[in-house]
Nanobody, 120 residues
Framework: QVSVAESGGGSVQAGGSLSLSCAASGFSSERFCMAWFRQVPGKEREGIAN?????SVQYKDSVKGRFALSRDNAKSFLRMTRLRSEDSGLYYC????????????????WGQGTQVTVSS
């Protein structure tokens, strides 16, 4: 049985940094994508970063140059720096088989989400 769980998050002032971690378990191989999605009230959940099993990373323009995603087997680590108020939201870790994509329906496994609040 596959499970995904996030940790980290919290509150920080604008310009500060936070780190999120994700642990996936139950996959039969390491050939799966790990991704981070963000959701703010009134908007759809959107992907912000993903990483495949060989370490190739994609970022959305809104976080490029400020967020860094890394992976160690079935764990991923999102380092968020120079945070802005618009980065506030509920952050979800997701995992799905095969190649990375921004499509939410490609990820059958989701964590519960962790809140990030950036105050200006």
């Amino acid at each position: 049985q596959v499970s995904v769980a996030e940790s980290g998050g919290g509150s920080v002032q604008a310009g500060g940094s936070l780190s999120l971690s994700c642990a996936a378990s139950g996959f039969s191989s390491e050939r799966f994508c790990m991704a981070w999605f963000r959701q703010v009230p009134g908007k759809e959940r959107e992907g912000i970063a993903n990483i495949d099993n060989v370490g190739s990373v994609q970022y959305k323009d809104s976080v490029k140059g400020r967020f860094a995603l890394s992976r160690d087997n079935a764990k991923s680590f999102l380092r968020m720096t120079r945070l802005r108020s618009e980065d506030s939201g509920l952050y979800y870790c997701a995992a799905g088989p095969g190649f990375c994509t921004w499509r939410r329906d490609a990820f059958p496994y989701w964590g519960q989400g962790t809140q990030v609040t950036v105050s200006s």
